[in-house]
């Protein structure tokens, strides 16, 4: 599934309010991380992850790392050293974002 400019458009708004949850340190990526991240998102469909300065990835290298690690995710915008993520819920009751990015 790929978002289109205005489904992008809506998630940016809605994620303007929101905080960065998880952080990416020295560290990087390994399959904790990888596991939390994918279990937020099931339940909240839109986080923000913030790359600390000691680390040696850039955004992008995360954002690639995260779509391939983890199935149907989408990438947003990378602003800054900020990543937004989105995924639709797997359960019903967890759908509240992605029954309005499906109406746009």
């Known amino acids: 599934m790929t978002l289109t400019g205005k489904q992008k458009r809506f ?44 680390t040696d990835l850039t955004p992008a290298e995360v954002a690639a790392e995260l779509t391939s690690q983890i199935p149907g995710l989408e990438v947003p915008q990378i602003i800054g050293r900020v990543v937004l993520l989105y995924r639709p819920a797997l359960k019903e009751k967890y759908r509240r974002l992605s029954l309005q990015v499906a109406a746009l």
């Open 11 to 54: 998630l940016r708004a809605r994620a303007n309010r929101l905080r960065p949850e998880f952080h990416v340190g020295k560290n990087g990526i390994n399959t904790a991380f990888l596991t939390q991240i994918d279990d937020s998102i099931a339940r909240h469909e839109l986080l923000k992850i913030n790359l600390l300065q000691n």
